[in-house]
Structures are given as structure tokens and as C-alpha cells.
């Protein structure tokens, strides 16, 4: 079956869809967040799929706290909310901490399989973000690359202001991967802080980003088209109407993290398209849609 709905099956393990693609590749998404937990997926010339997201051995998947790695939904703010209609969110809003629903099966043929996934306003959301939305999230899966699209749209009467990322977890050796095409470009260094506490202003000035010290990066109008790279592999993550892009990995820092195993930051770098400087305005009864496409290349 190219689509399986798993009821949660043990006290470790939440309620959950499988995609099978029929040339061997697999994803995996939990309803707790549509967070996509698997990836597997071969190349051309290396056909057998393995993972190629990171999910820390320590990571909650039975719907008791978000995700640590993978791909989480953040929405609708990125960070310490600062919109005034967000204040009353945790960090990185509550899309990522609800259950959503399967509501379709977009597409199954042989260049793909797709589910689309559905949030609406629930009790305990009104209670903190009044404002009417309905978020759909689709995950298609082909025989090299993953997609995933955030679906917003405003239902209510007046503008809805919003924020939006994909906090995509990639299995890659951190001491090795270098990230392009940054050079050049705008970021701001949440590491490097200003004595009042706000990220510094800086420029890229490196060819090629390395994460090799505690990184966490925000880089503004990107090119939305990035490649990483290591020894062993390539990984290309594309995105569209998501103008920035975050690059974070913890290193040493990451042992402060308790759902983060041993040396985990070793293992994965954050690259997160999103629309993270600003806000997204979007006019009343209209829908903005946010992609990101992953592909291993060779």
C-alpha cells in the first residue's frame, strides 16, 4: 500500500502515516504536528534508501512535547513571539505541538505518492490565538526528493500577519558539510548577541557555510535554492515564497537540550527555509503557500 494510517501502536509511538513510493523510498509522518519523522531515500547511483533526516534518539514521538528533528511546522511565529496577536504562543507557535488530520490522499502514481494534512482552530488554540485560519500541509514523496507545502489561509475579515518555517532536521556529518550559496548575503547571528540581547547584524563573507562551531544563523532575502555538501553526499533544498533561511547546529551547546542524545549535533544541520524576517500579510479569504523541495543529488 502506498499509503498506511497507523493507529498509535504503543505508549512510544503516535498515530502516524506512511508513504511508500514504489521505487523503495519511504517517509513517515506523525499527526502529533504533521511532523515529518523519516526520509529514506537512495540516489541514482546508490539506489538502496537510507535516512536522510535526523531524529535525536531522546526525541518524544508519542504527542507529549515537540519533535526533536525531522521536519517540525513552526506557525505563526518564528522564536519568542512578538507580534502583539502572538504573545500569548510558546516559542515557535502551536503548529508543532497539535494533532492535525489526514484528510486526503492528493496523489498516487508512479512519480509520486502525496497526503494533505489539515489544522483548524480547536478549543485550546482559540484560547490562545483568536484569530480564524485553516492550515493544510502537504507531503509529497517521489523516488529522490520530498516536498512539503504549508497552505495558509486567512478566514477571517481582516488581514492575518504571520510567520512561517520549515525546521528541516538533515542527517549529515557536521564537522564535514558545508552549505551554498550564502556569500554575500544579509544574517543575523543569534550566537553573537548584542549586549541588549538582539541577534548582530553581519554579513556572509564565506564561500561555503560551515557549522563546525555553535551556529544559529538567520539569513534574510536568500536565494531559496541551497546546496549541502559532504564527503559522502549532496543534498538540495529549494523553497518558494520562504525569502529566508535559517542555518542553526548547537554543537557543544546541544548537551544543554534534554530530548538531544550524546554528540547528536554531530549528526545533522538545521537548514530551515521560512518567511522569518517580518511578517506575511495576508488579506482576508486569501491563501499563501510556502514550499520546500528536497532532493539527494549525486
Avoid at 74 to 87: I, M, R
Avoid at 136 to 148: C, N
Avoid at 209 to 238: H, L
Amino acid at each position: 500500500m502506498p499509503v498506511e494510517h497507523l493507529d498509535k501502536s504503543d505508549e512510544h509511538l503516535g498515530e502516524r502515516v506512511i508513504l511508500k513510493h514504489p521505487k523503495g523510498s519511504s517517509a513517515v509522518i506523525l499527526l502529533y504536528g504533521a511532523t515529518v519523522i523519516s526520509w529514506k531515500s537512495g540516489s541514482t547511483l546508490k539506489p538502496e534508501p537510507i535516512e536522510r533526516l535526523f531524529i535525536s534518539s531522546k526525541a518524544k514521538l508519542d504527542g507529549s512535547k515537540p519533535v526533536r528533528g525531522g521536519i517540525p511546522v513552526v506557525f505563526p511565529c518564528f522564536g519568542a513571539p512578538t507580534h502583539p496577536e502572538h504573545l500569548q504562543l510558546s516559542q515557535h507557535g502551536f503548529a508543532r505541538s497539535e494533532t492535525w488530520q489526514m484528510s486526503r490522499i492528493v496523489m498516487d502514481n508512479e512519480a509520486g505518492v502525496s497526503v494533505r494534512f489539515s489544522l483548524n482552530p480547536t478549543p485550546s488554540i482559540q484560547s490562545i490565538y483568536p484569530r480564524p485560519f485553516q492550515l493544510d500541509y502537504v507531503v509529497t514523496l517521489a523516488e529522490h526528493q520530498l516536498s512539503t507545502d504549508i497552505h495558509v489561509v486567512n478566514a477571517s475579515a481582516n488581514d492575518l500577519e504571520f510567520q512561517a518555517l520549515l525546521h528541516t532536521y538533515i542527517q549529515a556529518p557536521s564537522d564535514e558539510l558545508l552549505i551554498t550559496p550564502l556569500q554575500g548575503l544579509t544574517f543575523f547571528d543569534k550566537i553573537d548577541a548584542t549586549a541588549d540581547g538582539q541577534p548582530r547584524q553581519k554579513v556572509e563573507s564565506r564561500q561555503a557555510v560551515d557549522v563546525i562551531k555553535s551556529t544559529d544563523s538567520v539569513y534574510e532575502n536568500a536565494p531559496q535554492d541551497y546546496t549541502i555538501k559532504w564527503q559522502d553526499g549532496r543534498i538540495s533544498v529549494r523553497s518558494v515564497n520562504m525569502k529566508d533561511v535559517v542555518v542553526w547546529n548547537p554543537q557543544e551547546e546541544g548537551k544543554k537540550m534534554s530530548d538531544m542524545e550524546d554528540r547528536g549535533w554531530k549528526r545533522y544541520v538545521c537548514v530551515e527555509p521560512g518567511f522569518v524576517k517580518g511578517f506575511v500579510r495576508l488579506a482576508s479569504n486569501n491563501q499563501w503557500i510556502g514550499q520546500q523541495v528536497i532532493t539527494v543529488v549525486e
